[in-house]
């Protein structure tokens, strides 16, 4: 299966590091950063899964929940916490989907057999309340993913679908924003009461609106 921007995700019942989840039951009204792992006991990954539980905070600001998965059964993933908890200096506080059967990576599309058929890749996905998926980023084995980069997705996608507006490049929460194309200047000015800078017709800027 390939999941595409805007697709409903599917729903999945499996065990995880904290027992049985029903997807949708347990996403509940939050957004998820669902992140996908090769597999137990690899370098890259416990740096990953530790960065993670020492963001969950951030994470629960923007009412977004976390949970990873790899192919290993729960008590391998059992194992792996607690060396993840001692060399990453955290605790792992969220769970981590046991895919053993490869069911969920088959239905969101984790597996790339021209990568490696056996494992797999290190996907990120991003999910609104509405189980729609916003966001899909693929990663090779040999890079650690930024999560500061999934925050500021976060963060500029729920800035986007409350006010009209875009984030341009490299912008950070607090930076000016740009306005939609679909609103002419003169309106986009009542509309935006802290001021809207003409660069040119089609690119105008605008304070964030909701600071």
């Known amino acids: 299966m390939t999941l595409q921007l805007g697709d409903t995700v599917p729903d999945f019942t499996q065990q995880t590091s904290e027992g049985e989840i029903k997807f949708y039951d ?3 009204d939050s957004w998820v950063v669902l992140f996908s792992h090769p597999a137990d006991y690899t370098p890259v ?11 969950k905070s951030e994470f ?5 929940k976390v949970i990873a998965l790899s192919v290993d059964n ?12 001692e060399t990453q200096s955290t605790n792992v506080n969220y769970p981590i989907i046991a895919d053993a059967d490869k069911k969920v990576s088959d239905l969101y599309g984790m597996i790339h057999p021209n990568a490696n058929a056996k494992v797999t890749v290190r996907t990120v996905f991003v999910i609104d309340p509405e189980r729609k998926l916003r966001l899909t980023i693929t990663y090779p084995p040999s890079t650690g993913r930024n999560f500061q980069e999934i925050l500021r997705v976060i963060d500029s996608l729920q ?3 409350n006010y009209s507006v875009a984030t341009p490049v490299n912008w ?3 930076d ?22 003409e660069i040119k017709p089609y690119l105008r800027m605008t304070p964030q609106p909701n600071k």
């Open 176 to 197: 000016d924003v740009v306005v939609s194309p679909a609103i002419p200047t003169e309106e986009a000015k009542k509309k935006f009461a802290k001021g809207v800078t």
């Open 172 to 174: 950070q929460e607090g």
């Open 45 to 55: 990954c416990t740096t990953e899964l530790g960065e993670v539980a020492k963001l």
């Open 60 to 64: 629960e600001k923007r009412n977004a």
């Open 74 to 85: 729960a008590d391998s993933h059992k194992g792996w916490i607690s060396d993840i908890n």
């Open 159 to 161: 800035l986007t679908d």
């Open 26 to 28: 347990w996403a509940g």
